[in-house]
Nanobody
Framework: QVQLVESGGGLVQPGGSLRLSCVAS????????MGWYRQAPGKQRELVAS???????NYADSVSGRFTISRDNTKNTVHLQMNSLKPEDTAVYYC???????????WGQGTQVTVSS
């Protein structure tokens, strides 16, 4: 019912910034929660940030104060502004969208973020 298309990943220097975007499209009544997970090789997948349809946000302790999640409900789009990036932020970042009406989570294909000199 939902397709998620991500963009904005890339290679940045430590201390740099990136802005990830994810657009949800398809046949669905409404999108509830949206957010971002990340996974580095050999590590567990980590919830980075989430945002409800009402705009309530949550962040992992490791990114709090550096990352900002936002969404445009009219466009079913979620963004992740990442500032003061660190090498440990290197991972594949996955966008998700929660459709409570069908009790289903949808995932993007992932976008690589590499923080290195």
């Amino acid at each position: 019912q939902v397709q998620l298309v991500e963009s904005g990943g890339g290679l940045v220097q430590p201390g740099g910034s990136l802005r990830l975007s994810c657009v949800a499209s398809g046949s669905f009544f409404s999108v509830n929660g949206m957010g971002w997970y990340r996974q580095a090789p050999g590590k567990q997948r980590e919830l980075v940030a989430s945002i409800t349809s009402g705009g309530n946000t949550n962040y992992a302790d490791s990114v709090s104060g550096r990352f900002t999640i936002s969404r445009d409900n009219t466009k079913n789009t979620v963004h992740l502004q990442m500032n003061s990036l660190k090498p440990e932020d290197t991972a594949v970042y996955y966008c998700y969208a929660r459709i409570n009406y069908v009790s289903t989570n949808y995932w993007g294909q992932g976008t690589q973020v590499t923080v290195s000199s």
